[in-house]
């Protein structure tokens, strides 16, 4: 493998790993809030695809847009799939989870729920919107920005790494820097203890759904641009984004952004080697391999009693 080779599949694994820990983040703040595995996240991602796309496809015009206008059909669609998104994720745990909350369920019982929402969700989506691949409208011409060690990037790949990075810096400085993200903490450390001290414990676990979904549903889109959109396509994202929440160390949001990013180039890396067959194997072996010598994770787990 040459130079030029490893900086095409870094660029690649880069851009995979960007959108695993957007999504992973969603798994790890209602763990960590709920010690809940929320697997019907992966149709929070999947319906903020179809947000982008319905939005888009209603208002790019056929013509090639401007350099305004598609800087203006990027944010559209963005915020599309985000408020999609946001708004499942509300209902999601206001009508699925709350209820098994309050009657103190098991956790089993939010397990079959989740996957249950899951199953549902996809299949309603693949109803409505039909069982075929879908590609978002044309909002720019993909071409070449630059090239680093010939290799080069083109608009929507540092269109989605940028994204990425400025909503993994945003959650960041909003769990650790503000009062709601002092609120997520407390609950996620002691909700007892946090309702004694007058955090409203329904408002910070909507709340942390809320913004894990805004997370999912714009990583949807940005997965949908680079890819295409269609019913079950938050299945295995939604799935290697889970193993990075745990790699990283669950609970942890830094550990879900490292984790994603290292899942993203050893499967960049996996394919390259071996072959697009491989493509799960590698990133699932070292998620094995690592929690066999360290089992909370790369940064370790930041879990307590649940809510």
Known sequence: MSINDVWDVSVLGLILGSLYAVIAI???????????????????????????LIIL???????????????????????????????LAYFLEKVAYRPLRKRNAPRLVYLIAAIGASFFLYNLVGKIFGRNHSRMPSMYENKVLF??????????????VVSAVVMLVGVDYVVNRTKLGSGIRAVAQDPEVASLMGVNIDKVV???????????????????????????????????????????????????????????????????????AWRYVGAFAVLVLVLMFRPTGILGERVARTA
């Open 147 to 160: 090239t680093v060690f010939d290799t080069r990037v083109r608009v929507t790949e540092l269109l989605i």
């Open 26 to 52: 969603g798994y790890t703040l209602v763990y960590g809030v709920l010690q809940l595995l929320n697997f019907a996240h992966s149709e929070v991602f999947m319906i903020g695809g179809f947000g982008g």
């Open 57 to 87: 496809t209603i208002v790019v015009p056929v013509a090639a847009p401007s350099g305004m206008q598609s800087a203006g059909y990027v944010l559209l669609g963005l915020t599309a799939g985000a408020l999609l998104g946001g708004v």
């Open 206 to 276: 909507s709340r942390t759904f809320i913004i894990g979904g805004v997370l999912g549903g714009a990583a949807g889109f940005l997965y949908g641009t680079y890819v295409q959109v269609w019913f079950t396509m938050g299945f295995l994202p939604g799935i290697t984004a889970f193993a990075a929440a745990v790699l990283g160390g669950i609970g942890n949001v830094r550990g879900a952004m490292l984790g994603g990013l290292v899942l993203g180039l050893v499967e960049a890396f996996t394919v390259e080697i071996w072959g697009d």
